[in-house]
């Protein structure tokens, strides 16, 4: 069973409208971490973060914002939606200090803009 | 820096057929390595994982050593079935102050009645 949440699951929205998807955990985990993936299911990492007020753009630069104001809740927010936004986003956590322990994913929302 | 190749699909294969799906990686010190399924429409799980050399995970029926001579992690099932249907992703950590995960670009996997 899942423990990290990703809402919405699916969303059509037109271009130049603002939207935040949502990503809580329930683990206490600090670690957190946005990927973009695209229709040839290559996994981008857009943002990350080690824990509380910090935020890092990953390895795929995005017009996408993050934050990260408590430890469960990591939000990605759109100022302008554009059709080039179209994408799956998976929201993911980690636990520990270890490099051996993995990451939880979230379902995922998959991102249409019209 | 760190990399991992994985064999390009898709593969297409019929129920009971054995799977070899290769994975390889370039990494600095002893890395973690981890196989990841993707079912339609749903987030990643983690399938198995190793997390040091001559390591085996196992999980499902699925399997993969941690080989580091070769730097290979290669998934391997026995008899495969129509549920196994996903994308197969493989990925590394290796640690230290890095916690990124490097993953592999992929792998789709169609099993036939």
């Known amino acids: 069973e899942a423990d990290i949440y990703q809402t919405p699951r699916y969303l059509v929205i037109g271009t130049g409208k603002k939207i935040t998807l949502e990503c809580s955990q329930t683990?206490?985990?600090?670690?957190m971490y946005w990927y973009q993936q695209d229709p040839g299911m290559e996994l981008h990492l857009i943002h990350y973060?080690?824990?509380?007020?910090?935020?890092e753009k990953g390895d795929l630069s995005s017009e996408s914002t993050v934050s990260r104001i408590r430890t469960e809740h990591f939000p990605l927010t759109l100022e302008s939606a554009r059709p080039s936004h179209t994408s799956q986003y998976l929201c993911?956590?980690?636990?520990?200090?270890?490099?051996?322990?993995?990451?939880?994913f979230g379902s995922g929302t998959r991102l249409t803009v019209v | 820096g760190n990399s991992v190749t994985q064999m390009e699909g898709p593969v297409t294969l019929s129920e009971e057929a054995f799977l070899t799906i290769n994975c390889t990686y370039t990494?600095?010190?002893?890395?973690?390595l981890f196989w990841y399924v993707q079912y339609p429409g749903e987030g990643l799980q983690l399938l198995l994982k190793?997390?040091?050399?001559?390591d085996k995970g196992s999980n499902k029926g699925f399997e993969a050593t941690y080989r580091k001579e070769t730097t290979s992690f290669h998934l391997e099932k026995g008899s495969v079935q129509v549920s196994d249907s996903a994308v197969y992703f493989c990925?590394?950590?290796?640690?230290?102050?890095?916690?990124?995960?490097?993953f592999g670009k992929g792998t789709l996997l169609t099993v036939n009645p």
């Open positions: 973060s080690y824990g509380v007020n910090s935020t």
């Open positions: 990925a590394l950590n290796s640690g230290g102050s890095n916690y990124k995960l490097t």
């Open positions: 993911a956590s980690s636990e520990g200090n270890r490099g051996s322990y993995g990451y939880t």
């Open positions: 683990m206490g985990h600090d670690k």
């Open positions: 990494a600095t010190g002893y890395p973690s």
């Open positions: 190793a997390t040091k050399a001559d």
